[in-house]
């Protein structure tokens, strides 16, 4: 009894305890045709800090400003981090919505224990950044197509240099109001298959959203430049099973030698790919307008020998920050496979995707994946 | 010729630049018995900025205090960081004495190279940290064993969310005065053999010192701790290479079945393990003594059979922080193979190995790789 009394259970995330701080010295906006992408940073930023003896501290909402951290905190030399991307769109009415926000939650979390950082109540987060979304609604950009992308991020203050589990941790929810993410709009883009480095291999962390995922392709984004494309596919081992793009995952539209029209993406099972909520989000509404979708591990010679007998008809990539996007071409060992154009022009099976999505995300129709902040 | 002149080149660091400014609060220090590794810091660290548009900064020392950071910074995000770790040793004389300095300096060149952070001049770099050694001499512990730890990092502060090539960074020196690594100090310890999680494959990042090996290797510490080891002994394929044990090199002295003594250890040519300089120092010494020293990719089953054949004579672990760690057991499949006691009993190779390391890192002999700063 004794016994059972000492066991403390530690605060978790409650939102009813939100603190909110407003700024006295409201941040220069500017106009959503400048805005590109995660440029900006609005007035008001989430904070919440935890730590193993008290668990998670009351939130705090306070004016965006620098993170001042213990030289030795564990994020700068271990990598200790994990974060999220999701947006807030505004409807035609001014509402605010979210778009699938228990998803980034749930992945959150899955991320935090791969890293052994502190897990955390989903929906007590999903409504202290309700409240961050109202607090700042001016900065969320009405235009479709625009939107306040917000940057939940975790990572591990422990203040010494042994690398140890996690004593103190730190996270933030940022907010940008940013515009479309690649440039040049939806145009197509070429993707180069990056044959020395490789993203993710299983055993791997490739199906977290860790930050030490990225840094190693920065080095593949320079190739894929040099080489005159956009971004990097990644493919891995001697099958050369594919991954992601850039930071993407990825669909083909390829036309079976029977002639059936399959929808193939990469499957989670081998831990080698990021679970995408756009990449869910395509392959449910997908299967919702009957379209079979092949869920398996892809070799890239699958592609290959569609894009070389003319059976693949359309690839994209997907994700948060570029929602959709078009891929138009592949360069695999200096050669390079063109796409039909019609496959990412009016009409085509991922322009429908694209409009259905934004329908959903823009609320302009009703959906259970879009969440109405009133 | 017009053009030429308009090829501006940034300047590198410069140790002549160096300006210094002293703590007015002295922080609190504590008797060597309870340093442990990397908990306190000393009152000075090195701080060099870096821009794309103006290349490095002059160098500053200044006390040591929370570095603050615009949040989108992405080293929070993108974990685009990449460390060193190096001793300083005080001598019986009271010199100060480096060990092997230039090859962390160039080891953190081709760190920086793959992350596409900016390189920098070793030399000035060394120079730099001698001036912080100087102004901090009293915090370097005299007693053997015992350090000045060095902690130069690297990482991105790039202000906003695209993940692109590092338009801005930070180089930091840190000093933390330091006991002997292993709490249970020459015990040997057993590892565990993690066939759940790979720490680096052949295009990874296994070579380099990047933040972001370190951060998935928690939950495999975690796991050999529940399985009553003291450090995870990363494997990778079906192979079973051997790439590295916890955060070390590793070495295994085999008696051949014809007799003849070889020291193995995994080679550097697959890139999944880092090219420690602990590691380089024993390859030469060992050569030096005349021992075979098979440096090649190493399956794990070449170690467990020369265990099951009572042929592996003594295994340890290398890196700046423990310099030689004994290991007296494996775990492998969930079965133990103990390795004889005399292998890290005084007189061992392993023990005459430290005790030489020691003797050229402490300065008792004269040796090239010991750098004495007066």
Not at 43 to 65: K, R, T, Y
Not at 278 to 294: F, N
Not at 309 to 331: K, N, Y
Request: net charge negative; hydrophobic share 40%.
């Amino acid at each position: 009894m004794a016994q059972s009394a000492d066991v403390k259970v530690l605060p978790d995330i409650q939102a009813s305890k939100l603190k909110v701080t407003n700024t006295s010295r409201p941040l220069p906006k500017c106009e959503p045709e400048e805005l590109g992408f995660g440029k900006v940073i609005s007035d008001h930023m989430l904070m919440i800090q935890w730590s193993a003896a008290e668990g998670w501290n009351a939130p705090e909402i306070v004016p965006s400003g620098p993170i001042g951290l213990h030289p030795f905190s564990h994020v700068f030399h271990y990598a200790i981090e994990c974060y999220e991307g999701m947006k807030a769109y505004k409807d035609s009415d001014g509402n605010i919505r979210m778009f699938r926000p228990e998803k980034n939650m749930e992945r959150m979390n899955v991320s935090a224990s791969r890293l052994c950082l502190p897990n955390f109540d989903g929906d007590e987060l999903v409504k202290c950044i309700k409240e961050l979304l109202r607090l700042d609604r001016d900065w969320i950009p009405q235009k479709k197509g625009y939107a306040m992308y917000l940057r939940p991020v975790m990572f591990s203050t422990t203040p010494w240099l042994g690398l140890t589990q996690c004593s103190e941790a730190m996270l933030f929810v940022l907010q940008s109001p940013v515009g479309p993410y690649f440039k040049s709009g939806y145009v197509p883009i070429k993707l180069h298959v990056d044959a020395k480095y490789i993203r993710a291999w299983p055993g791997g962390t490739g199906n977290v959203k860790f930050g030490g995922n990225y840094a190693p392709t920065v080095a593949s984004q320079i190739a894929a430049a040099k080489a005159g494309c956009s971004q990097a596919l990644y493919v891995y081992d001697k099958e050369e099973w594919v991954t992601e793009a850039g930071t993407m995952n990825m669909f083909f539209l390829i036309k079976s030698t029977s002639g059936t029209l399959q929808l193939f993406t990469p499957s989670l099972e081998d831990g080698c790919i990021l679970p995408g909520i756009t990449r869910l989000s395509v392959i449910e509404l997908a299967k919702e307008w009957g379209t079979e979708v092949v869920e398996e591990p892809l070799p890239l010679k699958i592609v290959i020998d569609a894009c070389e007998q003319d059976r693949c008809l359309e690839a994209f990539g997907t994700g948060t920050a570029a929602v959709l996007q078009p891929v138009g071409a592949l360069q695999h060992n200096g050669k390079d496979y063109t796409l039909p154009e019609d496959g990412f022009a009016e009409g085509s099976f991922q322009m429908k995707m694209l409009a259905k999505l934004k329908e959903i995300q823009y609320g302009e129709i009703e959906h259970p994946w879009s969440v109405c902040i009133t």
